[in-house]
């Protein structure tokens, strides 16, 4: 860049020192990048690792599981042994550590395992890929709409404090983000289905209508939407609060600030200050709150993909703990795990590039 | 002996005060009412209320009558009863919980902040990496594996997944408290580290801990009704076991049995209601910039 104007020497040394600058920058961020991915590694490592012998050395393994349920149907002990270990072509007999060292060396050749139970014999990763994008699809729809909307009743609430609207907002708020999601999922049943009758229940189990394939047909998106529509108010439902009480306490703290009152004074119009000062300084912690959400959006679709059948991951997860699915569990935990830190490391990033006084603060460091 | 007579008197009327504030804020007082009244329901009501002796056959999922004035479930028992005597199960697995996870933050927390040094690094590491974890998940996946065979057991299961988020806050009080004047004049006087920690700072703090307890007790019934919801729970007759065998039997689907189901999940909804209601009158008690008018 310095070599671009050459007939002006003063800047040429400034730009000089800026470079020096650079490259101490260069190096601390790639220290920090170092840093925070050894961690992620180690983090990874340690979950993969814990599930793992906590899962095996708990007892109700699956073929405990099946032995027990082909015991019920009138076979021997001997019998019903033998036929387990043939359907999980697994040697549970062989020591926790070798099997261990065998799941993590499969594990970086990026093998998760095939399931054992649910889908015998089908690929981990393929299950979760499967499933996969009708979690981040309708968790993540719903999620952007609670963020925006919490952003703009938060902003409300804020503007109108202790006015009627304030104290109306901020107490559902607290009451929505208590009440368990799967009570306001049920409730919602019961009042969308039972006592208004405006949506069938068809509508609330499953993904999609029977006899309908996934595809980019007119058919399958409508019918997709239909099926999204009431599992969305419910984690839109559930989540809302939280996002508006950040917004209002953001917001009123971002209105004491002088640049506000500067522009107040300025004479600038309401909306602008609105808008470019006050809302866009306000919802910048939220916007980490929103990274880190991301990451915990299959977390959270557990309950309500099970009480509305929502084939996702969530769903998977309830049943393949259900049926002791080990590679299932493990799977769908290390990918939970992966996504969540990150987010997180995502979070962190997006704060500093969005927040200069804080790249600043810890560039002098 | 002045003393003597003069400690019930300081206490009688301290509480007169605290109350007297807390009548202020109409939505606050309603909550604390709310919640006195749903304690006393669940530790008391049962010794007033008979057990049901035996289950009225006449009367499968039926709507509120003289008899049974929230109406019966799927096999006819009586859902007043079961709200009556379903409520001790979920509060104390609540209080364990509550009590636990301020406990540990507490721990974590001050042991990190006053200590400083590797103490603070280690005990910190631990509360980041678990922090950054899926915990919900976790959690899930746990509680169908480990045997959570009592009420304590599970609560002190819970408390292990929500302690973090406090410990942290906690610590940051510490450091900021330690940098007050009339810290440092105890640590110059030497007063030695439990009195400067729990006759100096932890009284202020008191305002927050109480506030973060009823936040553990919200959370705690929480992850209770999710915990039941998954099947991870097999015992007992709470709440949310209640809500949760109608479920089971599809009432969310029939209008006759709605009464199964509105009972026990309008028992921890209006449970959550008071917890959340009274903690934002406390603040209001304890931070007096945020009373309004007064």
């Known amino acids: 860049m310095s070599t671009t104007t050459p007939s002006i020497s003063p800047p040429r040394r400034r730009t000089l020192r800026l470079n020096q600058q650079d490259r101490d920058h260069w190096l601390s961020t790639a220290k920090y990048f170092g840093r925070t991915l050894l961690k992620t590694l180690f983090i990874i490592w340690l979950v993969t690792t814990l599930t793992f012998f906590i899962i095996r050395t708990l007892p109700g393994n699956p ?65 979760l890929m499967q499933r996969l994008p009708w979690t981040l699809f309708s968790a993540g729809i719903s999620l952007l709409i609670s963020f925006m909307l919490g952003i703009f009743l938060g902003m409300i609430a804020a503007y109108k404090r202790n006015s009627w609207i304030d104290q109306l907002l901020t107490n559902v708020s607290a009451i929505l983000d208590a009440v368990p999601n799967t009570l306001t999922a049920i ?62 306490s953001s917001t009123i703290s971002a209105l004491g600030d002088d640049y506000v ?59 393949a703990i259900a049926k002791r699915d080990y590679p299932l569990m493990q799977g769908i935990l290390l990918m939970l795990t992966i996504m969540v830190i990150l987010s997180t490391a995502v979070a962190d990033l997006l704060y500093g590039w969005l927040d200069p006084r804080i790249r600043i603060a810890s560039g002098e460091k | ?61 039926g709507s509120p009558t003289a008899d049974h004035p929230l109406g019966t479930n799927f096999q006819g028992h009586d859902n007043l009863v079961m709200v009556v005597y379903g409520g001790r199960e979920v509060l104390v697995v609540a209080f364990t919980a509550g009590i636990l996870t301020v406990l540990i933050a507490i721990s974590f927390g001050a042991f990190s902040a006053y200590l400083g040094g590797w103490v603070d690094t280690l005990l910190m590491s631990i509360t980041d990496t678990w922090l950054t974890l899926p915990r919900a998940i976790i959690l899930y996946v746990l509680a169908t594996l480990v045997e959570l065979d009592s009420i304590n057991a599970l609560g002190i299961f819970l408390a292990l997944f929500s302690w973090p988020g406090l410990a942290r806050q906690i610590r940051s009080q510490i450091l900021s408290l330690k940098k007050r004047e009339y810290v440092e004049a105890a640590v110059l006087l030497d007063l030695g580290t439990p009195h400067i920690v729990f006759r100096e700072m932890l009284p202020s703090m008191m305002s927050f801990i109480a506030i973060a307890l009823i936040d553990a007790m919200k959370v705690a019934i929480y992850q209770q009704v999710s915990l039941v919801f998954l099947g991870a729970v097999p015992f007992g007759s709470g709440w949310s076991t209640v809500f949760y065998s109608a479920y089971a039997k599809n009432a969310q689907y029939q209008a006759d049995a709605a009464w199964s189901l509105i009972a026990p999940m309008g028992a921890i909804i209006l449970f959550q209601l008071s917890l959340v209601l009274f903690s934002r009158s406390l603040e209001e008690v304890f931070n007096p910039r945020l009373r309004v008018g007064v």
């Open chain 1, 63 to 127: 073929v405990d599981i099946m032995v027990m349920s082909l015991m019920d149907t009138g076979l021997s002990e001997e019998e019903a042994q033998a036929r387990a270990k043939a359907l999980f072509r697994i040697d549970f007999d062989k020591p926790v550590m070798a099997q261990y060292t065998e799941f993590m060396n499969n594990l970086l050749h990026g093998d998760l395992g095939d399931s054992y139970v649910l889908a015998p014999g089908k690929p981990v990763m393929d299950i």
């Open chain 1, 187 to 248: 409730l919602l049943v019961m009042l969308l289905g039972l006592a208004l009758k405006v949506v069938p229940f068809s509508m609330m189990r499953g993904s999609l209508s029977p006899g309908i394939k996934p595809g980019f047909t007119l058919e399958f998106f409508v019918d997709a939407f239909r099926h999204l529509l009431v599992p969305c108010m419910v984690y839109v439902l559930s989540t809302l609060g939280g996002w508006m009480l950040a917004m209002r």
């Open chain 1, 261 to 319: 009152t500067v522009a107040k004074a300025r004479g600038l119009p309401d909306m602008r200050i609105i808008t470019a000062y006050v809302g866009r300084n306000a919802s910048l912690p939220l916007f980490t709150g929103l990274a880190i959400s991301l990451g915990f959006v299959v977390a959270g679709s557990v309950l309500i993909e099970l009480i509305f059948v929502y084939q996702g991951v969530g769903l998977l997860l309830s049943q």
């Open chain 2, 1 to 61: 002996m002045a003393a003597m007579t003069a400690l019930p008197q300081r206490l009688f009327k301290s509480t007169w005060t605290t109350l007297k504030i807390l009548a202020r804020n109409k939505a606050g007082f309603l909550g604390f009412v709310m919640f006195v009244s749903l304690l006393l329901m669940s530790f008391i009501g049962p010794l007033i209320v008979p057990p049901e002796v035996q289950a009225d056959t006449t009367a499968i999922n």
